[in-house]
């Protein structure tokens, strides 16, 4: 029974081995510099604010709708007690801004005032800005089973986005798979551009 299972495992293993290159159906290249779950909520947030010329100041609510992976990558740093103290201080606390990276809140909250995510929005100046801080806790994520199915099925990672002003407008964006994804690809010179920007001419 044993053998039988290591042939068949052993089978699945070198199955195309040569013909088919996964890469082809699986490579991204990120958009943004931060962890590929944050891509697709970031891409809705981004289109929003731009389009609708949406403010900080006007920002009441934006709730996040995600796989369930997001959900607690997401939301995982921003469990640690004074996470932006440690932040602050990493002399004293062995701790730097990498956390943001995997954050479902501090890059939403820096799209939405910058509108746009580069190595930039991880900066001391851009991180600690009152306006970004002040939108933290007007984030929300939920989690959409129907997303998750989505991503075991293979057709991407995707999320909804709904952003409420005291005005009372809500303002929605859903995508299916973030830029840069197999099946909604970027040009690599784009990423290198936004990256080098203070630094090339």
Known sequence: CFEAQGLLFSEQLTRG?????????SFTIKPYPMCGFTMAPTDCVLDLV???DIRPEEVEEVVIECPFTFV????????VPDMYSRIRDPQGSGWSWIPL???GYYPIAAAIVDREVTPRQFRPERI??????????????????QLDMALV????????????TRQG?????????????????????EKFRTASRDILS
């Open 50 to 52: 731009r389009e609708q």
């Open 72 to 79: 607690i990558t997401g939301t995982m740093w921003s469990a």
């Open 128 to 145: 600690f800005d009152p306006r970004i801080q002040g939108l933290l806790d007007k984030i929300r994520l939920v989690h959409d089973p």
């Open 17 to 25: 081995l040569g013909e088919k290159w996964h890469t082809e159906d």
């Open 169 to 189: 407008a809500v303002h929605e964006k859903a995508v299916s798979e973030h830029r840069g994804g197999p099946s909604n690809p970027i040009d690599a010179a």
């Open 101 to 103: 990276l995997f954050d």
């Open 153 to 164: 099925a293979g057709r991407g990672f995707g999320a909804r986005v709904s952003i409420r």
